[in-house]
């Protein structure tokens, strides 16, 4: 059985600091490019950031680009997302999921999901 597991999230002030990991079960994470996302209450789900199966590639959406740092570990099977000087605006669910062809913007075209974890920024 294909899983995703997300884990990191939690509370954290404006200017703070999370990394979230996204750990694969069932499966192998270096054959497939990989995802985050993210929904806010009231609001459609956004594409954070995404990796290409082997690391070489990446791309972010203009929202976190110079915050937020998408890596991967295969060996560990586990991908991550560091993010940095958190703002309010950033609060959501976020999710990873994973698609065996390249990145793509659209959440549409992944077929694996994680159950997200919660990333609140607030003082």
Do not use: H
Request: charged share 15%.
């Amino acid at each position: 059985q294909l899983q995703l597991v997300e884990s990191g999230g939690g509370l954290v002030q404006p200017g703070g600091s999370l990394r979230l990991s996204c750990a694969a079960s069932g499966f192998s994470l270096g054959y497939y490019a990989i995802g985050w996302f993210r929904q806010a209450p009231g609001k459609e789900r956004e594409g954070v950031s995404c990796i290409s199966k082997t690391g070489g590639s990446t791309n972010y959406a203009d929202s976190v680009k110079g915050r937020f740092t998408i890596s991967r570990d295969n060996a560990k099977n586990t991908v991550y997302l560091q993010m940095n000087n958190l703002e309010p605006e950033d609060t959501a669910i976020y999710y990873c999921a994973a698609r065996q062809r390249m990145c793509v913007s659209s959440g549409n075209f992944y077929d694996t999901w994680g159950q997200g974890t919660q990333v609140t920024v607030s003082s």
